[in-house]
Structures are given as C-alpha cells and as structure tokens.
C-alpha cells in the first residue's frame, strides 16, 4: 500500500493589485479631465497677429450654422435666442461689473450677425473682445 500525500493547492486571488490599477486610472482621468477644452463648440475663428488674453466672464459663440451660445466664466456653454443675450449679460454684469465677453464667431458667420452682438455691447457699455486664432505663418 502506498501512501499519497494530497497536497491543497491554495487558489486565493489577492484583489489589492487590481484595486491599485483601478486607483491609477481613476487618478489618470481626473487629472486630464481638468485639462479639456472650455469652449467645445467648434468654430473656425479667424485669423489675427495679436494674441492677448484677457479675463473673460462670458463667452458668446456663434457657430457656423449662426446658432448663438453663451456660457459665464468655464461653465458649459448653454444653446440660447439672440434676445436672451442682452438680459443674460446686464444680470452678470450686476454681479461683476468688470466683467469682459469674449465673442467666439466662426469666420463663415455673416458680419451683421457679429454687428449684432457688438450693438448690444455698445448699448449697454459691456467690454467685448474678439477672439481669434494665432495668424499662421505657412501661407
């Protein structure tokens, strides 16, 4: 008679690696999450020399289908009617009077669409910037 001895095989799995990894890549997308793009409208802006950045409270984006957005300070831009535009803006202004809106319009937009804009910061004495894009030396 022969004796065998059976030896128990452990099959545990240790979960604190997985939970590493998992830790990893939450930390990954927190982090590239903060570096997203304010303005996620697509416009094509046109071109300029100049490039200062001013402080912007408001930004108003006309795209290239003339559909008008506006968001207050990085918050997600909100789809709105050209006549919402001025009571939005003299209700921020009123809480911050320094205040600049920067108007983001894609280079396709007709010019009176713009005027439009600039008339209403006129009215009212807002300070408006013009975005644009870095003039690009390869032409």
């Given at each position: 008679m022969s004796l065998k001895k059976q030896t128990k095989v452990s099959t545990e799995f240790?979960?604190?690696s997985m939970t590493d990894i998992i830790f990893l890549l939450l930390l990954f997308f927190i982090i590239t999450s903060t570096v997203v793009q304010t303005n996620v409208?697509?416009?094509l802006l046109p071109q300029s020399t100049k490039?200062?950045?001013?402080?912007?409270i408001v930004n108003i984006t006309i795209d290239a289908e003339h559909n008008f957005f506006i968001a207050r300070d990085k918050g997600e831009p909100m789809e709105v009617d050209f006549d919402e535009i001025e009571p939005?803006?003299?209700e921020t202004v009123s809480d911050n009077p320094?205040?600049?809106?920067?108007?983001?319009?894609?280079?396709s937009v007709p010019y009176r669409e713009i005027v439009r804009i600039l008339d209403v910061a006129n009215q009212n004495s807002f300070k408006l910037v013009l975005?644009?894009?870095p003039l690009d030396n390869k032409r």
């Open positions: 240790s979960m604190a409208i697509k416009v490039t200062e950045r001013q402080k912007t939005f803006l003299q320094e205040m600049f809106v920067a108007l983001y319009a894609d280079e975005a644009t894009r």
